[in-house]
């Protein structure tokens, strides 16, 4: 168990629909990050937060938003889904007790159909 | 921008026998370097990891890596696998203050045979 706690585990919805991804990272963790994992792209960083603030973006589409609140739980929000965002979606986080080191949670699969 | 090549799709190998899981990367900066396994329909579960100092790191379960600067490699070993090995293994690496963002590789199958 790696401390990161994702929530929901899985999720089906249509296409058009909008969800919202929740994250919990491990204590004491001011970054949070959300990674994107599919069959087609691989594994593709999309966005990092730190004590809430947006540090760094990566392929993130602008249907698809983040944000980290002040008990550092972060959300990703996707909308406007199509059939191609169903994915395996990654939150992790990192810390000054092991710097330089982020620890994945479990994932989030979300189907569009 | 760092790039990260895992040349082996899959690697099949029989239990008790050893096993190496190639990874070269590419950076015009120094990079820290990492090994996650991914556990079928589970997350991503760090395996080890080469910050500094000795470039021989050991990690969880009996794998270990070696980083090889001038050859930009960081090959995964394990001298016997067990059939709990089977996973999917990713290479990732990220920039040396660069605030920890991982490039990941596309990742190696390992299916470990009886």
């Known amino acids: 168990d790696s401390g990161v706690t994702q929530t929901p585990k899985h999720l089906i919805t249509a296409t058009g629909q909008r969800v919202t991804l929740r994250c919990s990272p491990r204590?004491?963790?001011?970054?949070v990050y959300w990674y994107q994992q599919s069959l087609d792209q691989g594994l593709q960083f999309l966005i990092q937060?730190?004590?809430?603030?947006?540090?760094a973006k990566g392929n993130i589409l602008e249907r698809f938003s983040a944000q980290q609140f002040p008990d550092l739980h972060s959300e990703l929000n996707l909308s406007s889904l199509e059939l191609g965002d169903s994915a395996l979606y990654f939150c992790a986080s990192s810390g000054i007790r092991e710097r330089n080191t982020i620890y994945f949670g479990e994932g989030s699969w979300l189907t569009v159909v | 921008a760092q790039s990260v090549t895992q040349l082996d799709s899959q690697v099949p190998v029989f239990e008790e026998a050893p096993v190496e899981l190639r990874c070269n990367y590419s950076s015009s900066v120094s990079v820290y370097l990492f090994w996650y396994v991914q556990y079928p329909n589970q997350g991503l579960q760090l395996l080890l990891k080469?910050?500094?100092?000795?470039?021989l790191v050991k990690g969880i379960n009996g794998f270990e890596a070696e980083f090889n600067k001038s050859q930009t490699s960081f090959h995964l070993r394990k001298p016997s696998v067990h059939i709990s090995d089977t996973a999917e293994y990713f290479c990732?690496?990220?920039?040396?203050?660069?605030?920890?963002?991982?490039?990941f590789g596309t990742g190696t199958q390992l299916k470990v045979e009886l």
């Open positions: 204590s004491g963790d001011l970054s």
């Open positions: 937060y730190y004590n809430g603030e947006e540090r």
């Open positions: 990732a690496v990220s920039e040396t203050g660069g605030g920890n963002k991982l490039t």
């Open positions: 080469y910050l500094s100092g000795s470039t």
